[in-house]
């Protein structure tokens, strides 16, 4: 019985040993080589997010027509409500007219509230991703 003790002290030291010169082997030193324009390109994405550029924003559509139209309610859109950004898109085949570009659904549906007394058809599309 006292053998079979000694023969199982052994393995165990054996083992422990073994797991402990792999765990020394396994250390190593990581280079990391990157291309010199990526901060930059960082600080662009950083930019192109703060403009409103880039991920999901909400806007207005307060007209989908032919062009000469859209002109019409841009400009009309762009004297009462200056405030927020406007522009038309073209869509085949429309033209849209699409007002603000909003970080969150709540401010998108605040100003909707507003501008549906002037355009009761105005609502909110899903946003796209930029």
Request: aromatic letters at 10%.
């Amino acid at each position: 019985m006292r053998l079979l003790n000694f023969t199982n002290c052994i393995y165990i030291a054996i083992f422990l040993l073994g797991s402990g010169l792999t765990a020394y082997s396994q250390t190593a030193r990581v280079n990391i080589d990157q291309n010199d324009l990526l901060p930059e390109l960082l600080e662009e994405k950083a930019e192109m997010t703060r403009a409103g550029k880039l991920g999901e924003r909400y806007n207005i559509q307060v007209y989908n027509g032919d062009n000469k139209a859209a002109s019409d309610v841009l400009r009309e859109v762009r004297s009462k409500y200056n405030s927020w950004p406007s522009d038309i898109i073209y869509e085949t085949p429309n033209y849209k007219v699409l007002i603000g570009n909003f970080r969150n659904r709540l401010e998108a549906d605040r100003v909707l509230l507003q501008i549906k007394n002037d355009y009761p058809a105005a609502f909110i599309p899903k946003p796209r991703r930029g």
